[in-house]
């Protein structure tokens, strides 16, 4: 069963950096790509990130272009998402979800989803 699993969310204050972990449990060889999503409160979920896992295909949501990025460790199966230069308006809970083929921002083209964890930004 392949089952994403985040870490190392928390507290930041705007401007600060924070970086944030993915591990692909159960990662078999028909899995192409991760991509990171968030959810605030009352919002919709919202695309963040994506990397293959060739790290040939990159893709970032707009509103972070510029200040996160987005690596993998294949050896690890492991995705990380370095968030730079914070805002409060990054505050939300950030989901990781692993596809088998490269899916982008397209919500249902990923098949397995983690928990998520919390990334809460002050002013």
């Known amino acids: 069963q392949v089952q994403p699993v985040e870490s190392g969310g928390g507290l930041a204050q705007a401007g600060d950096s924070l970086k944030i972990s993915c591990v692909v449990s159960?990662?078999?060889?028909?899995?192409?790509?991760v991509g990171w999503f968030r959810q605030a409160p009352g919002k919709e979920r919202e695309f963040v990130a994506a990397?293959?896992?060739?790290?040939?295909?990159?893709l970032y949501g707009d509103a972070v272009t510029g200040r996160f990025a987005i690596s993998s460790d294949d050896a690890k199966n492991t995705v990380f998402l370095r968030m730079n230069r914070l805002r409060p308006e990054d505050t939300a809970v950030y989901f990781c979800?692993?596809?088998?083929?490269?899916?982008?921002?397209?919500?249902?083209?990923?098949?397995?989803w983690g928990q998520g964890t919390q990334v809460t930004v002050s002013a």
């Open positions: 159960g990662r078999t060889r028909d899995e192409y790509a």
């Open positions: 979800a692993s596809a088998i083929n490269w899916s982008g921002s397209y919500v249902p083209g990923y098949q397995y």
């Open positions: 990397i293959s896992w060739n790290g040939v295909q990159t």
